[in-house]
């Protein structure tokens, strides 16, 4: 029996990746220079495809980074100049917040306990906040916070900017992006590919926002500054010697999932999540970590194991399973 992988990152690759990556070295692609014609139209076209899978509106750019803790730590740098305001809920949510402090914005948060969810339109949000974020699947719990919740933020707060945190719920999640300014995801998660890519998402207004800060001489950072970001995008390439490899198997791997039909792709995701949710709910022993159902999410389940994440995620791997345990202090207790 061929390994399974029900891992939340790096997950179980896409059926398909091995033969794209043999394809790609085939073609020499991990050798055509990154300024060249066959890489401008790599850039292109796996950027269309991207766009048309997660229904990106065209005005918005999409730029490549190493990752998405580089992705929270751009945006910090490009979005914000004194405040941005954060909805924790688990570990990934708070490293986001714990950025911005780093980088010596003045931020604040709404924090619920891990298993909680956020309230996200009854919480006061500061008119001096200038960016709105909130994670979409906080992984290391496995809540998730409902779309259209995220999406009234916009009309809320028209002044903000919305970030949004897809990394794990991405090409799941239906998210209206005229709704936010800002995502992104990498792709070892829902993509099933290897790690070291992500992909950013800039809406125009953010993008001004950024080019604002750089009047003011505030440092949106060097080669990675939306400014050169996007001097290099308009001409399909990126500021540094980029992965070639992974954008071309990307590009593939999004032009399957294209094919198979992203509606199909989410309707299995449901359904998976369906099952699982409806075992655990009934068993004596085990639970979903997350009670409150309008919270819990479809692509990364966490269950309360009482203790036994050890053993059980031993004797799954025995028959050639393997289950991500519990993050960070619920690595005993949760799968
Ligand atoms: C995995 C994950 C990240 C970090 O992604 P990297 O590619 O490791 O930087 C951030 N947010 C969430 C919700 C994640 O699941």
């Given at each position: 029996m061929k390994p399974l992988f029900f891992t939340p990152g790096p997950s179980q690759l896409y059926p398909t990746f091995n033969k794209h990556l043999q394809t790609a070295l085939a073609e020499n692609i991990a050798s055509?220079?990154?300024?060249?014609e066959a890489f401008h139209s790599i850039v292109s076209e796996t950027i269309a495809d991207l766009k048309r899978l997660l229904k990106i509106p065209k005005e918005y750019r999409l730029f490549f980074l190493a990752s998405s803790l580089e992705s929270m730590e751009r945006i910090i740098e490009n979005c914000v100049y004194r405040e941005s305001f954060h909805f924790i809920n688990g570990a990934f949510s708070r490293k986001f917040f714990q950025m911005a402090l780093e980088l010596g914005k003045k931020s604040r948060k709404n924090e619920v306990q891990a298993g909680e969810g956020n309230e996200l339109l009854t919480t006061r949000i500061s008119e001096t906040s200038e960016v709105i974020v909130v994670?979409?699947?906080?992984?290391?719990?496995g809540c998730m916070l409902p779309l259209a919740e995220i999406c009234a933020l916009r009309s809320m707060y028209p002044q903000q900017l919305i970030a949004v945190d897809i990394v794990s719920s991405a090409p799941y999640g239906k998210i209206?992006?005229?709704?936010?300014?800002l995502a992104f995801f990498s792709v070892q998660k829902g993509f099933g590919m290897p790690a070291g890519l992500s992909v950013l998402i800039v809406s125009p207004a953010a993008l001004t926002k950024a080019r604002w800060l750089g009047k003011k001489n505030i440092v949106t950072g060097s080669y990675h500054r939306f400014s050169r970001l996007d001097e290099n995008m308009e001409k399909r390439e990126t500021p540094e010697t980029p992965n070639v490899l992974y954008l071309t198997v990307l590009g593939q791997i999004v032009k399957d999932m294209l094919k198979k039909g992203r509606s199909h792709l989410q309707s299995e995701t449901e359904k998976k999540a369906k099952m699982m949710y409806a075992y655990f709910g009934a068993h004596k022993i085990y639970s979903p970590f997350i009670k409150e159902k309008k919270f819990r999410s479809t692509t990364t389940i966490v269950i309360d194991v009482k203790g036994k994440a050890l053993e059980l995620a031993e004797k799954l791997q025995q028959k050639q399973i393997y289950v991500g345990k519990g993050y960070g202090v619920f690595k005993n207790t949760h799968l």
């Open positions: 055509i220079s990154h300024r060249g994670t979409h699947n906080e992984t290391s719990t209206d992006f005229s709704c936010l300014d």
